[in-house]
């Protein structure tokens, strides 16, 4: 196509069509991710390292939702099993319990602008000629392009913080001294934009058991991929 066959609303309708994506994949951008973002911890004591195939027992110490911790403990006890520890109601060797919580928070995001292509005015060219005897002055018009400015308002988002512990105990010190010895513990933290724990926990509890029985050498600050279901 050359360019006496351009129409006149060509331009307009690009930039409408390039604006239109822009918007759409700002939209896309920061309505939804891919990715959890978390913070994993653990500490574990060197001289009660507990290997499989060592027994465990899960137990319950959250009185506000039972329900909710039972969840997350049935997801704890499969991953044990599957890193090779026995689950055993009668003789464990260690204890596992949980604790969570889910806080609100709400945040400005302030206005952000961005640039596309497009019109941005109209310049005029003059010149001088000598024509016949006599002086001549033409002036020529044509179109300025450049880069428009687009601005997307501010607003107030909410997110959630999102917090699981887990405590491993040495069932025998307790069942013979009375005492409860913390042989391991560990805590992952995150923020996003669900407050149900139960979707962010498999990842958060797989990060986290990695951990167990010793560090596994990653970094504390992960990005970990949601799988599409």
């Known amino acids: 196509m050359s360019m006496k066959e351009i129409p006149e609303n060509y331009w307009r309708k690009r930039e409408i069509i390039i604006l239109g994506f822009a918007i759409f994949a700002y939209l896309m951008f920061i309505g939804c991710s891919s990715y959890i973002e978390m913070n994993v911890k653990s500490y574990y004591d060197p001289e009660k390292i507990l290997l499989p195939p060592k027994r465990f027992k899960v137990v319950q110490i959250n009185k506000e939702n039972p329900l909710l911790e039972k969840e997350l403990l049935l997801m704890v006890k499969?991953?044990?099993?599957?890193?090779?520890?026995?689950?055993?109601?009668?003789?464990?060797?260690?204890?596992?319990?949980?604790?969570?919580?889910?806080?609100?928070?709400?945040?400005?995001v302030p206005p952000r602008t961005i640039y596309l292509p497009g019109k941005v005015g109209e310049k005029e060219e003059?010149?001088?000629?000598?024509?016949?005897?006599?002086?001549?002055?033409?002036?020529?018009?044509s179109e300025e392009y450049g880069y428009i400015p687009y601005t997307f308002g501010g607003y107030w988002a909410t997110t959630y913080y999102r917090n699981i512990q887990i405590y491993i105990v040495d069932y025998k010190e307790l069942i013979q001294r009375g005492e409860i010895k913390t042989v391991w513990e560990g805590e992952v933290e995150s923020f996003g934009e669900t407050s149900d724990i139960r979707v962010v926990a498999p990842y958060l509890l797989n990060e986290l058991l990695d951990e167990f029985p010793v560090r596994s050498g990653k970094p504390n600050l992960r990005k970990v991929k949601i799988e599409d279901k």
């Open 126 to 141: 003059k010149y001088t000629g000598f024509i016949g005897g006599s002086n001549v002055y033409i002036t020529k018009k």
């Open 78 to 108: 499969e991953h044990l099993i599957r890193k090779g520890y026995i689950y055993d109601e009668e003789k464990p060797d260690f204890l596992v319990a949980i604790y969570f919580y889910v806080g609100r928070y709400q945040y400005y």
